[in-house]
């Protein structure tokens, strides 16, 4: 059985930080890229940062380079996303997802947490 459990959001002020977590089970998490994505009210989902392996291909929304940063941990399949200075912009559903770097139809979202920055 797949499961994709993220943790860490809650609420915080302006300029403060949040590491959120995403612990992964039911797939060979190694064989994954795993990203984080995030969901304002009214808004699109969008990509917010993905690490395609352990030992590199990571990429950034522009909206979080310099404040945000993914890493991946393949002996625990576990994904982190440290968030520095954050904004009341950043506020959102944060989901974590797996997608086969080979097999695209092959493709996991865990169930969202929530992320708020206000003061």
């Known amino acids: 059985q797949v499961q994709l459990v993220e943790s860490g959001g809650g609420l915080v002020q302006p300029g403060g930080s949040l590491r959120l977590s995403c612990a992964a089970s039911g797939f060979t998490f190694s064989s994954y890229a795993m990203s984080w994505y995030r969901q304002a009210p009214g808004k699109e989902r969008e990509l917010v940062a993905a690490?395609?392996?352990?030992?590199?291909?990571?990429n950034y929304a522009d909206s979080v380079k310099g404040r945000f940063t993914i890493s991946r941990d393949n002996a625990k399949s576990t994904v982190f996303l440290q968030m520095n200075s954050l904004k009341p912009e950043d506020t959102a559903v944060y989901y974590c997802n797996a997608q086969h770097r080979l097999i695209l139809s092959s493709t996991y979202w865990g169930q969202g947490t929530q992320v708020t920055v206000s003061s």
């Open positions: 690490a395609t392996s352990a030992s590199g291909g990571i």
